[in-house]
């Protein structure tokens, strides 16, 4: 593997009409993504539900991610992070409108899951 130098805060474009999902490391059972939300959130009626575990930080910004079990809700601003195990139904609820929300998300897989 090459080294690369880049940066997290780097290339957001000023018009998000959706959120930017970006792959930006995988090997085996990780997988790490780099997504920008500005006041996006999870479709209505829609659980995300993920064969691995994932572990997500907010690095920039604001917003509240949801279980569905015990409708338990976490308010996360910058330098929160949250472990969401396999399985475990989740949305996000909200996003800060204003500002660009930057999570580091990285998905742990027992093979070759492709889940998101």
Avoid at 11 to 31: A, G, H, M, S, V
Avoid at 37 to 54: F, L, M, R, V
């Amino acid at each position: 593997m090459n080294p690369a130098n880049n940066n997290i805060f780097k290339d957001i474009p000023e018009q998000l009409p959706e959120e930017l999902i970006e792959c930006i490391f995988k090997r085996d059972t990780i997988r790490i993504e780099r997504i920008i939300s500005k006041g996006h959130i999870t479709p209505a009626g829609h659980w995300y539900d993920q064969e691995g575990d994932e572990w997500v930080i907010l690095l920039q910004g604001q917003a509240t991610v949801l279980y569905e079990k015990d409708n338990q809700s976490f308010a996360l601003t910058a330098g929160d992070y949250l472990l969401i195990p396999a399985h475990t139904r989740h949305r996000v609820e909200w996003t800060a409108p204003e500002l660009d929300t930057v999570w580091l998300a990285v998905h742990l897989s027992q093979g070759n899951d492709s889940a998101g």
